[in-house]
């Protein structure tokens, strides 16, 4: 079996258990807890995409991706971190700004998945990607897809709750009670 196949089976199949495993445990668990948890609980797999920094490694190492491409996949994937991170901390705070960041978060994180996904089909990647690179092109990938999407999900289906927190919070402790 050539490198490029055992990669395509083994996206495939991470893939298509990361869609199980959402489907059958953490939409469930998403449906339980409030929005900002849950958005909050998958963008920490996002914050992780520091380890795209590798690849400056990989590189020395036989991963045939030019530098120009690597770069923008490291910094893609640091910028989609630091958004990340950034909408945990907005939604701790129950900021209304979360909402704008975390929409931008999606944009981003899909544009660099995309690009990266695109060039690494140009440049061959998964012909010379090993080690670290092979675990992340096939395993975490797949899983950043499953995650962007649920996040995606959370911001359309409870809009309301995320907006409304805050706002209600602020607006009930303001206000006195009584006539």
Same mark, same amino acid.
């Given at each position: 079996?050539?490198?490029?196949?055992?990669?395509?089976?083994?996206?495939?199949?991470?893939?298509?258990?990361?869609?199980?495993?959402?489907?059958?445990?953490?939409?469930?668990?998403?449906?339980?807890?409030?929005?900002?948890?849950?958005?909050?609980?998958?963008?920490?797999? !996002?914050?992780?995409?520091?380890?795209?920094?590798?690849?400056?490694?990989?590189?020395?190492?036989?991963?045939?991706?030019?530098?120009?491409?690597?770069?923008?996949?490291?910094?893609?994937?640091?910028?989609?971190?630091?958004?990340?991170?950034?909408?945990?901390w907005l @939604?701790?705070?129950?900021?209304?700004?979360?909402?704008?960041?975390?929409? @931008?978060?999606?944009?981003?994180?899909?544009?660099?998945?995309?690009?990266?996904?695109?060039?690494?089909?140009? !440049?061959?990647?998964?012909?010379?990607? !090993?080690?670290?690179?092979?675990?992340?092109?096939?395993?975490y990938v797949?899983?950043?897809?499953?995650?962007?999407?649920?996040?995606?999900?959370?911001?359309?289906?409870?809009?309301?709750e995320l907006?409304?927190?805050?706002?209600?919070?602020?607006?009930?402790?303001?206000?006195?009670?009584?006539?």
């Amino acid at each position: 079996m050539t490198p490029m196949v055992a990669s395509l089976i083994a996206t495939a199949l991470a893939l298509v258990f990361a869609v199980l495993f959402a489907g059958w445990y953490t939409v469930l668990w998403m449906r339980q807890r409030p929005a900002a948890v849950a958005i909050a609980a998958c963008l920490w797999v !996002h914050v992780l995409r520091i380890v795209a920094l590798q690849i400056f490694s990989a590189r020395r190492f036989g991963f045939e991706i030019p530098l120009s491409v690597a770069r923008l996949i490291a910094w893609g994937d640091v910028l989609g971190a630091g958004l990340a991170v950034l909408g945990i901390w907005l @939604l701790r705070r129950r900021s209304a700004a979360a909402i704008a960041v975390l929409w @931008l978060f999606v944009f981003e994180t899909a544009v660099d998945l995309v690009y990266g996904t695109v060039v690494g089909i140009r !440049h061959h990647a998964t012909a010379t990607a !090993h080690d670290l690179t092979w675990v992340i092109l096939n395993f975490y990938v797949p899983v950043l897809w499953v995650t962007l999407v649920l996040v995606g999900w959370q911001l359309v289906t409870h809009r309301t709750e995320l907006v409304g927190a805050g706002a209600l919070e602020s607006a009930s402790a303001a206000k006195p009670a009584g006539p």
